[in-house]
T-cell receptor, first 117, second 115 residues
Framework: EAQVTQNPRYLITVTGKKLTVTCSQN?????MSWYRQDPGLGLRQIYY???????DKGDVPEGYKVSRKEKRNFPLILESPSPNQTSLYFC????????????????FGPGTRLTVL | GESVGLHLPTLSVQEGDNSIINCAYS??????FIWYKQESGKGPQFIID?????DKRQGQRVTVLLNKTVKHLSLQIAATQPGDSAVYFC??????????????FGKGTHLIIQP
């Protein structure tokens, strides 16, 4: 089954304790992205990756890191989490970056609910 | 502020009726728009997209209309079913496919289907 998986789905941690949220897709997509979703703010992009070893900042990259060592995986790293990073996080992938109509569909993972105390 | 927004935070319709969800955008340079559906506890799901060179695009039970003159986007769902209950939000690509990446997402409209 074609899908984007994220782990963990739920995480409660404390300020300053490094954590990694994994994201994996089995669709051989080149483009992957991380978003956070907060009430009243909608989805905001954190980082994205056009392809292996190519990553770039989105709208709200502060406090986050990513890596893209292989095509299928795109982990999100919080080196020193803070309470303002409490949020719902989504990973997404797509075969091309918003190319011709009908080919820009992003597939989202199920989400990771992170609480930083 | 938000360049993409929704007129109503909650929309309640009777099962079987048609639903219309609206979205306003402010960036006239945007050339690509997407509607997503997000069910409770799940990630957003692509519904339909449209490029700015079109006014209308139809899918299965859904139609997206784009009015570039007033920068307005709408999603029409025909014969709504209980499974249509979800939050719907629009997104625009303000960069037209070039330059820095990033969709701008609206905050969402919660569609409630009454039996």
């Amino acid at each position: 089954e074609a899908q984007v998986t994220q782990n963990p789905r739920y995480l409660i941690t404390v300020t300053g304790k490094k954590l990694t949220v994994t994201c994996s897709q089995n669709m051989n997509h080149e483009y992957m992205s991380w978003y956070r979703q907060d009430p009243g703010l909608g989805l905001r992009q954190i980082y994205y990756s056009m392809n292996v070893e190519v990553t770039d900042k989105g709208d709200v990259p502060e406090g986050y890191k990513v890596s893209r060592k292989e095509k299928r995986n795109f982990p999100l790293i919080l080196e020193s989490p803070s309470p303002n990073q409490t949020s719902l996080y989504f990973c997404a992938s797509s075969p091309v970056r918003f190319g011709r109509q009908g080919e820009g569909e992003q597939f989202f993972g199920p989400g990771t609910r992170l609480t930083v105390l | 502020g938000e360049s993409v927004g929704l007129h109503l935070p909650t929309l309640s319709v009777q099962e079987g009726d048609n639903s219309i969800i609206n979205c306003a955008y402010s960036n006239s340079a945007s050339d690509y728009f997407i509607w997503y559906k997000q069910e409770s506890g799940k990630g957003p799901q692509f519904i339909i997209d449209i490029r700015s060179n079109m006014d209308k695009r139809q899918g299965q039970r859904v139609t997206v209309l784009l009015n570039k003159t007033v920068k307005h986007l709408s999603l029409q769902i025909a014969a709504t079913q209980p499974g249509d209950s979800a939050v719907y939000f629009c997104a625009e690509n303000p960069n037209g496919g070039g330059g820095a990446d990033g969709l701008t997402f609206g905050k969402g409209t919660h569609l409630i289907i009454q039996p």
